[in-house]
Structure formats: C-alpha cells, structure tokens
C-alpha cells in the first residue's frame, strides 16, 4: 500500500496538536449557558476549525457551541469521523513530569493531557485527510469531521448535532484501538445519595470514569484509619493528619487493571466510622472491580464481563455520595441491573440517582464497514489481531454504520485519563497513515 505521510505532515501536525493541548479543555459548564462547556473548551473547538480551513476545509460552529464540523468533498454519500475535544481533568499535579496543559516532546512522545485522548488521534485523522487532498486525488463521496465538546460527561455535543444536522452513510471514531471495534458495552453512571455525618467529612474522586488512584482523609482519628489500613497491607501515606491511599487510576472501562483508592480507603475507615455509605462499599463492593456481591456474574462470550467502577466518594453534614460507573456486556439489560442496584441498596439507607444511560453497540464482522477497515489495518501492519470488543464508550454508538478505528495500537502504552498521558510519534505517525488509507478507501475509490 502506499505511504500518505512526509516529512511535513508530521512536523505541522506535531505544532498542530500542541496548540490543542496547551488549551485546557475541561468541561466547566452545565450546559445551560454559552459556551455550554466552558470558555476552554468553545476556545479548542474554534482553533480547531480554523486549522480545518487552513488544511483546505469549510467549517460549521453550532450557534449555541455544542458542536462543529468540518467538510469536503462532494457526492450524496457521507463519511464521518467523529472526534472528541474536551479531556478529564489533569488530576494530582504531583504525579506530572511536566505541566498538563503545555505540551512537551519527551521520550519521542508528545505529553501532555489529551494526547492520547482525543486531541492526538483527532489530529491524526485530519492530516491523514491532508495527506489524501495534497496527492489531489478527486473525492467522490462528502467527508465531515464532526467536533464534540461534551464526550467526558454527557454526550449532549452529540444529542444535539443529532437534532439538528444530517446523518452519515458510516464512519469511524479515533478514539479507541485499533484494529476496529465492532461491539462497545452499554454505559450506566449512577449517584448513590444517602445520610450525611456530624462526625466525619470526606471528598475523594474524580470523573465517572476514571478509577481513583488517590484518596485521602483527614480528621483527629486519621492514624486510626492508618493502622487499620496496615493491618491489611495497603499502600498508604501518613504525615500526621493525612492518610492517603496510593492505588492505581486507570480507565473505568478497564477497572479490573487499577487499584480503586477509594475502596481500599473505606475499608480503613469503617473501623473508625460506622456509616451507611462505608458498610456498602466494604460489603457490597470491597476490592471487586466487577460488582459480583450485587449482581452476581455479569459475563457474555462477546464482550466480556461488567466492570464496575466506584468514582468517587462524598460525605458531608447534609448528604452522601457515591458515583458510579458501570460498563455493561451487550447482551445484558441495563433496566434489569438497574433494579437489581435499587434492591440492593435499599438495606444502606441509600437512593438511586441516574446520571447516565448509553446503550451498547454492535456492528457485524462480516460488514463491508468492518472488513474494509480490517483490511486497511491488516494490510498496512501485517497484524493479524481480530476484531475487538470494548468496554469504553464512544461517540461511534451515536449514529448508525459507525465503529471507532485506533488509534491506540495493540503494543502501545495505555495512557489516557492518567498523569504524564502522552503519545509515541511513531504511532502518531502510523496511525495518521492508515487513516489516510481509510479516507482514500472510503470517500475517494
């Protein structure tokens, strides 16, 4: 197959994803004012359409800034790419080598937050898309990439465009791995709000889904919490007033891989303070990753298990809290988990609270979308890796005939949602190659 990519298009793209970077994209609006997302994230969308129309493109802002695209080409057909701009906070600075939000080339990565999602696999595909046009080679179908500011929280971005604008033939999301992921599990996040204490007080966590590395409590029985959390081996710090749990934070999608700080934390504290809250997580939840004490197996042979993340952990005068995030085999009902929680929970004084509900997604293998991705993938690698199956969830659900392609490779690094997240040249560079052989493949024979 041919070689897209030269020596220019990896040096503008380089300039092109550090200034996305350096932009701190992070969801600071309730989606009820403009920007609905926040200044930053309304600032990422318009630099990133301004470099669309300098990479030849004509642009769309959605007047009340939920989204935008870029397009080309012409033709009644039309190929997607859906990307993300908005990233998860950049958590504990302590663990950074290097600022979050400025970008550096270190170790022949690009680091920084947003580099592996989704800011370095969205500039892959629009100069994979540059490469394409630079050859001069006629399109025969309409390519749009299509801008969310909203993929980290609700997906409203999407709702939205969806009202609004036209829908594709197919496409594919660089927000995954490759090769191409054909089936994603449901998504279900939820709020567990109970009784609030006068004795105690407690904020650990962060987004939905992003399993905690970190928890820490204060208070005059903190070395309490301490020597029981020695007493089981747990990884913890201790300066006199603090203890901290050091786990490990991972996607929540692959939660069985981390070590939830909370959940260790809890059952310290447990011995100490005697709450509704902490006897569900000791109990209900204790070092499982998986939620098998409340729902027993949840397993098919397509996708998996259920993975079960608790995010974060709140108590207060007033309430308390537990968000949960929950990745759901295809072939399981989200209603009939649902009841089973309520059930469950009712014995821990707590209530349900939905915060978000997003079905599975199933594309066949034998799809001409899927064989012809497949075939680019394999082709242009000569791996042979099967198709997969996932438990995270993109934008690719949203729309009909759509599936999320890389640009995570099956030999790199995982660093999404994490300190120090960074991005190989060498894999920016291929995978912006092979996207420059799907768009050829796609909108152009």
Known sequence: ??????????????????????????NSGDGTTYPPFGQAIDDCLKETLLLCEDLGMSTY???????????????????????HLDVVPAGDLSLWDTPPFSAVIKNGKVVGRGSQDD???????????????????????????????????????????????????????PDSSFPVTYAEKGLLQAKLIGPGSSEFNLTCGEAFNIVPGRASYQGKDAKLVSQELSKKAIEQEFDGQTVTVNGKAVHASIAGEGVNAINQLATGLIH?????????????????????????????????????????????????????????????????????????????????????????????????????????????????TKALTSG??????????MVAFGSHFPTSTGLAHQSNEGISLDELFRAMDIYAETIYQLCCK
């Open 1 to 26: 197959m041919k070689i897209w990519i030269n020596e220019t298009h990896q040096k503008e793209s380089i300039q092109a994803l550090k200034k996305l970077i350096d932009i701190p994209s992070i």
């Open 61 to 83: 802002l959605d007047p009340e800034g939920y989204y935008g695209y870029a397009d080309y080409g012409q033709g009644e057909e039309m190929v997607a790419v859906l990307c």
């Open 119 to 173: 800011k370095g696999p969205t500039i892959a595909a629009l100069y994979g898309f540059k490469a394409v046009i630079d050859e001069g080679i006629l399109f025969t179908k309409r390519i749009r990439f299509v801008f969310g500011t909203d993929e980290e929280t609700l997906w409203r971005c999407m709702e939205r465009y969806n009202l609004k604008e036209e829908q594709p033939t197919m496409g594919f999301v």
């Open 272 to 384: 100490v303070h005697s709450h509704p809250i902490l006897k569900f997580l000791v109990e209900k939840v204790g070092n499982e990753s998986n939620g098998s004490s409340i729902f027993g197996e949840i397993k098919d042979e397509m996708t998996g298990g259920l993975t079960f993340n608790v995010a974060s952990l709140y108590v207060g005068e007033d309430k308390s809290e537990i968000d949960l995030d929950l990745r759901i085999p295809v072939s399981f009902s989200i209603e009939n988990l649902v009841q089973t929680l309520k059930e469950k929970i009712t014995a821990y004084d707590l209530e349900y609270k939905e915060f978000d509900r997003v079905a599975g997604l199933y594309v066949p293998e034998e799809s001409e979308l899927v064989k012809t991705l497949m075939a680019i993938y394999q082709n242009k690698t000569g791996d042979t």
């Open 392 to 401: 995270g969830a993109t934008y690719a659900r949203t729309m009909k005939n």
